[in-house]
């Protein structure tokens, strides 16, 4: 069927005014936070679900594929149509339906923004605690498909442990309610594993999302080290004693120069890396943790430690972390950051074989990343212009994810797989492991329709590659951080 | 049919002739009342896979077995020819104590594990009763938690890798070792759960936590089941060093007495300053610290539920957990454990009709918006009910899952929800 038929039906079903289909509208729609992209033929912006499944069963009809996009700020090429098809948005799905502070429960749409649901509970002295460094841009829907997380999931956990329930619709255009707002549902966890599903199993159209009481107390330390190797013995050791900080993240020295110009955080100009360690919970127990924590730091050689008590003492020692990305952005045209993770007591050794590995392309790197949980966020500086330099980037990202696997890790530890990494899949998955995995897939009958070409080793490639960085951190803002 | 002597030798061409035997004499491997045909019991990954692979060239029908102490769940099964048990597959086969994390075998009991993590000052968080004899595998596959849910998260929290074997008998991985990992569908949760209806889980990597350093606990009397939520309500907000808190209610036509058991771990200085306010909060209550001996109050674990006529499970919303408990404790007067913080609560009657309690039961489950299972009765009572109650609003999502990795029936079949 034609094209124009195809828009006529979206058109039908879902207004004009929500249907895009001009070249200049969907260019916008092309690309997420990655280098790649891929031209949709059609863009739709329901406003319910029963919108959602209208444009499902058209594109279905039309024999055309369905990507969902939230904000767009994936880091793995998630929201891009590679084969085309129809993009359905969320953006218009942004309402926060129902918050029930007494269960600690909410039920939002996918298009609410991250942080949105922590500000309106925040009255309540609640907060949602997934918190991916995107949060002022992302969608609750695009977290609840990549499994987002970010600094403070070292404790609390990432986006699968805070979803209760899910509204979907699946891809013969049914709207069906997966778990649920009590604690138990009978069957199958069917939300956990739609959760991390990268849009390749169904559109979630609402989201119950269970909240937090916020801690008593929070204490923030920052510890400088001249050499990564010491930063990272002071992680194995923090993890060794069985500590769970909040929050326990690193930044190399290159991150640090490039930090230091715009945020003025004090870094001295000879300092290896520093630590941002968060501790909370009763203020007897966060203090107990606090001292611990800086004990362990002095005895491994720590230059200087900064304590922050106090909720502006504590923005500014974040201040130089949260500003990381944005300052990169100003040292490269481009530049890519990975997302793999190891054992944690592997983190020395596999940081030296990233710098190594670096150098040996010729390329910089900023490391800057969440240490505790051992999720590597190498920055790879470049200049796309150059020629042939987004290919060798691309190679050097594949060995550093090589590097990662055979420490015992895995390719991707936030940021999906998606697009980009879909041939490391078979690295880490026997052909037997991927074959069950296509079982789901066709369970929820959505071989061919949600998102193809993502998460599953294929040869088919994406259109043209082109960094987007610069555009995504501006969406996002720039004080975004990885 | 296949006559049982062939099945008895060609399993012991797979696992060696002391390791295929009939289950006849053995109270162990009986489910519902129903004994299989042969007990198999395989030495390795390999081993389960060529049973598997046996079982579905043959059409029959294995249910996996670890300890057997949740035999009781689950619907009366369609067919059960073959009892799968994991108990020799029973060691530890990673533990890095610096990088929190631990692998296992599915056959390893819950307190060998517990035991063998101690020593590095360490534990899985499991919260479930017949430690001795419950398997790692078995928690698994009957999502087993308790109250200490809230504090320390569920199995679907803590698990971040599981290996099963499929019905064709392939030997598959789903997660990792890592604990941050979004690579893949995440299929630990979706065998977690389900009840040997899937695969055989063979083993699993935990996230493992430091022994808290000092555990106490204490306990509450309190006059209405209300009281106690409400109060329960108010710890928690106060985010005080809660390891477990459970409401535990028995009695008759004439009255119930209500015990709030808490349990307190962390530093010292904040298990003391939690301590003094629990006991300050309980109003008009009689308090009574139990120390720092926490098995003393094992009396609530639920094992005394294992001889209840009718066991049910329910969950429902936390603002709605009082309300439902006095409206089924108007029901014959049952035992009840309540999980305040989760809305989960356990209710046991003994020599009672089951099946008109039952049909009352899930009524009120109904007017509170719970969801209610039943976990244990007797199989006469269970040919006419689904113990699941009503298939969720997913079913059919359900059903083609069931399909998809048991194209044969022969995984534990009708077990689960809707009879799969
Ligand atoms: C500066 C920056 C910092 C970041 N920091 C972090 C971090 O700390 N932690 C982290 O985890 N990630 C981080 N990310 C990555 C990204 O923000 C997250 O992956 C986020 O969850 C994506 O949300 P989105 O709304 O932008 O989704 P999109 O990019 O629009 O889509 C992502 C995927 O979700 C799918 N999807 C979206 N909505 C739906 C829906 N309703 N139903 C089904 N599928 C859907 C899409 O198809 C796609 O596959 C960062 C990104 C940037 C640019």
Same mark, same amino acid.
């Given at each position: 069927?034609?094209?124009? &038929?195809?828009?006529?039906?979206?058109?039908?079903?879902?207004?004009?005014?929500?249907?895009?289909?001009?070249?200049?509208?969907?260019?916008?729609?092309?690309?997420?936070?990655? %280098?790649?992209?891929?031209?949709?033929?059609?863009?739709?912006?329901?406003?319910?679900?029963?919108?959602?499944?209208?444009?499902?069963?058209?594109?279905?009809?039309?024999?055309?594929?369905?990507?969902?996009?939230?904000?767009?700020?994936?880091?793995?090429?998630?929201?891009?149509?590679?084969?085309?098809?129809?993009?359905?948005?969320?953006?218009?799905?942004?309402?926060?339906?129902?918050?029930?502070?007494?269960?600690?429960?909410?039920?939002?749409?996918?298009?609410?923004?991250?942080?949105?649901?922590?500000?309106?509970?925040?009255?309540?002295?609640?907060?949602?605690?997934?918190?991916?460094?995107?949060?002022?841009?992302?969608?609750?829907?695009?977290?609840?498909?990549?499994?987002? /997380?970010?600094?403070?999931?070292?404790?609390?956990?990432?986006?699968?442990?805070?979803?209760?329930?899910?509204?979907?619709?699946?891809?013969?255009?049914?709207?069906?309610?997966?778990?649920? !707002?009590?604690?138990?549902?009978?069957?199958?966890?069917?939300?956990?594993?739609?959760?991390?599903?990268?849009?390749?199993?169904?559109?979630?159209?609402?989201?119950?999302?269970?909240?937090?009481?916020?801690?008593?107390?929070?204490?923030?330390?920052?510890?400088?080290?001249?050499?990564?190797?010491?930063?990272?013995?002071?992680? &194995?050791?923090?993890?060794?004693?069985?500590?769970?900080?909040?929050?326990?993240?690193?930044?190399?020295?290159?991150?640090?120069?490039?930090?230091?110009?715009?945020?003025?955080?004090?870094?001295?100009?000879?300092?290896?890396?520093?630590?941002? %360690?968060?501790?909370?919970?009763?203020?007897?127990?966060?203090?107990?943790?606090?001292?611990?924590?800086?004990?362990?730091?002095?005895?491994?050689?720590?230059?200087?430690?900064?304590?922050?008590?106090?909720?502006? $003492?504590?923005?500014?020692?974040?201040?130089?972390? !949260?500003?990381?990305?944005?300052?990169?952005?100003?040292?490269?045209?481009?530049?890519? %950051?990975?997302?793999?993770?190891?054992?944690?007591?592997?983190?020395?050794?596999?940081?030296?074989?990233?710098?190594?590995?670096?150098?040996?392309?010729?390329?910089?790197?900023?490391?800057?990343?969440?240490?505790?949980?051992?999720?590597?966020?190498?920055?790879?500086?470049?200049?796309?212009?150059?020629?042939?330099?987004?290919?060798?980037?691309?190679?050097?990202?594949?060995? %550093?994810?090589?590097?990662?696997?055979?420490?015992?890790?895995?390719?991707?530890?936030?940021?999906?797989?998606?697009?980009?990494?879909?041939?490391?899949?078979?690295?880490?998955?026997?052909?037997? $492991?991927?074959?069950?995995?296509?079982?789901? !897939?066709?369970?929820?009958?959505? &071989?061919?329709?949600?998102?193809?070409? !993502?998460?599953?080793?294929?040869?088919?490639?994406?259109?043209?590659?082109?960094?987007?960085?610069?555009?995504?951190?501006?969406?996002? /803002?720039?004080?975004?951080?990885? | 049919?296949?006559?049982?002597?062939?099945?008895?030798?060609?399993?012991?061409?797979?696992?060696?002739?002391?390791? @295929?035997?009939?289950?006849?004499?053995?109270?162990?491997?009986?489910? *519902?009342?129903?004994?299989?045909?042969?007990?198999?019991?395989?030495?390795?990954?390999?081993?389960?896979?060529?049973?598997?692979?046996?079982?579905?060239?043959?059409?029959?029908?294995?249910?996996?077995?670890?300890?057997?102490?949740?035999?009781?769940?689950?619907?009366?099964?369609? #067919?059960? *020819?073959?009892?799968?048990?994991?108990?020799?597959?029973?060691?530890?086969?990673?533990?890095?104590?610096?990088?929190?994390?631990?692998?296992?075998?599915?056959?390893?009991?819950?307190?060998?594990?517990?035991? #063998?993590?101690?020593?590095?000052?360490?534990?899985?968080?499991?919260?479930?009763?017949?430690?001795?004899?419950?398997?790692?595998?078995?928690?698994? @596959?009957?999502?087993?938690?308790?109250?200490?849910?809230?504090?320390?998260?569920?199995?679907?929290?803590?698990?971040?890798?599981?290996?099963?074997?499929?019905?064709?008998?392939?030997?598959?991985?789903?997660?990792?070792?890592?604990?941050?990992?979004?690579?893949?569908?995440?299929?630990?949760?979706?065998?977690?759960?389900?009840?040997?209806?899937?695969?055989?889980?063979?083993? @699993?990597?935990?996230?493992?936590?430091?022994?808290? #350093?000092?555990?106490?606990?204490?306990?509450?009397?309190?006059?209405?089941?209300?009281?106690?939520?409400?109060?329960?309500?108010?710890?928690?907000?106060?985010?005080? @060093?809660?390891?477990?808190?459970?409401?535990?209610?028995?009695?008759?036509?004439?009255?119930?007495?209500?015990?709030?058991?808490?349990?307190?771990?962390?530093?010292?200085?904040?298990?003391?300053?939690?301590?003094?306010?629990?006991?300050?909060?309980?109003?008009?209550?009689?308090?009574?610290?139990?120390?720092?001996?926490?098995?003393?109050?094992?009396?609530?674990?639920?094992?005394?539920?294992?001889?209840?006529?009718?066991?049910?499970?329910?969950?429902?919303?936390?603002?709605?957990?009082?309300?439902?408990?006095?409206?089924?404790?108007?029901?014959?007067?049952?035992?009840?454990?309540?999980?305040?913080?989760?809305?989960?609560?356990?209710?046991?009657?003994?020599?009672?009709?089951?099946?008109?309690?039952?049909?009352?039961?899930?009524?009120?489950?109904?007017?509170?918006?719970?969801?209610?299972?039943?976990? #244990?009765?007797?199989?006469?009572?269970?040919?006419?009910?689904?113990?699941?109650?009503?298939?969720?609003?997913?079913?059919?999502?359900?059903?083609?899952?069931?399909?998809?990795?048991?194209?044969?029936?022969?995984?534990?079949?009708?077990?689960?929800?809707?009879?799969?």
């Amino acid at each position: 069927m034609k094209r124009s &038929s195809l828009i006529r039906d979206l058109q039908g079903a879902i207004g004009r005014r929500w249907v895009l289909h001009a070249p200049e509208d969907l260019l916008v729609y092309e690309y997420d936070a990655t %280098i790649d992209r891929g031209l949709p033929e059609a863009v739709v912006l329901p406003d319910d679900a029963e919108g959602v499944a209208s444009a499902v069963c058209i594109a279905s009809n039309h024999g055309v594929p369905v990507t969902a996009r939230g904000a767009g700020t994936g880091l793995s090429g998630g929201a891009i149509p590679c084969e085309g098809g129809v993009v359905i948005v969320t953006t218009r799905m942004n309402r926060i339906l129902e918050l029930d502070p007494e269960n600690r429960i909410a039920v939002v749409e996918p298009g609410v923004i991250n942080l949105d649901i922590s500000r309106s509970t925040a009255p309540y002295g609640l907060y949602y605690a997934p918190d991916p460094s995107s949060q002022k841009a992302c969608s609750i829907g695009g977290n609840v498909a990549e499994n987002a /997380g970010g600094p403070h999931c070292l404790r609390y956990g990432t986006t699968t442990n805070h979803v209760l329930g899910l509204e979907i619709v699946t891809a013969d255009g049914v709207v069906v309610w997966l778990g649920g !707002k009590t604690a138990d549902t009978p069957g199958y966890d069917l939300t956990g594993v739609v959760v991390g599903s990268e849009g390749t199993l169904a559109i979630v159209t609402k989201v119950i999302v269970r909240l937090l009481h916020k801690p008593e107390a929070t204490v923030t330390l920052l510890a400088i080290f001249d050499t990564v190797t010491q930063a990272s013995r002071v992680v &194995s050791s923090i993890i060794g004693k069985g500590m769970v900080p909040a929050a326990l993240e690193m930044m190399d020295k290159n991150t640090m120069d490039a930090v230091e110009p715009f945020v003025h955080a004090g870094y001295p100009p000879d300092a290896g890396a520093v630590l941002l %360690i968060e501790v909370e919970g009763l203020k007897e127990d966060a203090q107990e943790q606090a001292d611990a924590v800086a004990s362990i730091c002095r005895e491994l050689e720590a230059r200087e430690i900064r304590i922050g008590l106090s909720q502006e $003492d504590r923005d500014r020692l974040w201040a130089g972390r !949260k500003g990381a990305l944005g300052a990169l952005g100003r040292l490269a045209p481009s530049y890519y %950051i990975l997302d793999g993770v190891i054992p944690r007591t592997r983190l020395p050794t596999v940081l030296d074989g990233v710098y190594e590995a670096c150098d040996r392309f010729g390329f910089r790197v900023a490391n800057v990343f969440h240490a505790g949980d051992g999720n590597l966020h190498p920055n790879v500086m470049f200049d796309e212009r150059v020629q042939g330099a987004t290919k060798k980037v691309l190679d050097l990202g594949e060995e %550093i994810m090589r590097l990662c696997v055979d420490a015992g890790g895995s390719i991707t530890g936030e940021h999906g797989v998606g697009y980009e990494k879909r041939n490391y899949m078979s690295w880490i998955f026997s052909p037997d $492991d991927l074959e069950v995995m296509s079982r789901l !897939k066709a369970a929820f009958g959505a &071989s061919e329709i949600f998102n193809p070409g !993502k998460v599953f080793p294929t040869s088919k490639g994406c259109g043209e590659v082109s960094s987007r960085m610069r555009a995504a951190i501006a969406r996002v /803002g720039a004080d975004a951080f990885v | 049919m296949i006559a049982q002597a062939t099945i008895l030798d060609d399993l012991s061409a797979i696992v060696g002739g002391e390791h @295929a035997y009939p289950a006849d004499e053995s109270q162990r491997f009986v489910v *519902d009342g129903m004994t299989p045909r042969a007990v198999v019991e395989p030495g390795s990954y390999e081993e389960v896979a060529g049973v598997m692979r046996y079982a579905s060239e043959q059409g029959l029908a294995a249910i996996p077995l670890g300890g057997g102490t949740k035999r009781h769940i689950g619907n009366l099964p369609s #067919r059960y *020819d073959l009892a799968l048990s994991l108990s020799h597959i029973h060691q530890i086969i990673e533990h890095e104590p610096a990088d929190l994390t631990v692998t296992c075998q599915a056959g390893i009991s819950v307190a060998e594990l517990d035991r #063998r993590l101690r020593v590095h000052g360490q534990r899985v968080p499991f919260d479930v009763s017949h430690g001795q004899q419950a398997s790692v595998g078995g928690v698994l @596959a009957a999502n087993t938690n308790g109250p200490s849910r809230p504090a320390y998260g569920a199995l679907r929290d803590f698990t971040i890798g599981i290996r099963m074997v499929t019905g064709d008998g392939r030997i598959t991985r789903a997660g990792g070792k890592v604990v941050k990992n979004v690579a893949g569908f995440d299929l630990c949760k979706l065998y977690i759960g389900s009840l040997g209806t899937l695969g055989v889980i063979v083993e @699993a990597t935990f996230k493992v936590m430091p022994v808290a #350093r000092l555990e106490r606990s204490v306990l509450l009397s309190l006059d209405t089941p209300g009281g106690a939520c409400a109060l329960s309500a108010e710890l928690h907000r106060r985010g005080l @060093a809660l390891s477990h808190v459970q409401l535990s209610g028995r009695g008759d036509a004439t009255g119930y007495s209500w015990l709030l058991e808490t349990r307190l771990a962390g530093s010292e200085g904040a298990v003391e300053r939690s301590e003094n306010e629990v006991v300050g909060l309980a109003p008009g209550s009689h308090a009574q610290p139990a120390g720092s001996d926490v098995s003393s109050t094992d009396r609530f674990s639920g094992e005394h539920f294992d001889d209840s006529s009718l066991l049910c499970r329910f969950s429902t919303l936390p603002s709605r957990l009082a309300a439902f408990i006095g409206a089924v404790q108007r029901l014959e007067s049952p035992d009840i454990l309540a999980e305040p913080a989760t809305g989960i609560l356990r209710v046991s009657w003994h020599e009672i009709d089951g099946a008109t309690v039952l049909e009352r039961a899930r009524q009120i489950a109904a007017s509170h918006s719970a969801t209610a299972v039943v976990e #244990r009765c007797p199989p006469e009572l269970k040919q006419h009910i689904d113990v699941f109650g009503d298939p969720p609003p997913a079913f059919q999502l359900m059903r083609s899952v069931k399909q998809q990795f048991d194209p044969k029936g022969i995984l534990s079949p009708g077990r689960f929800v809707g009879r799969l």
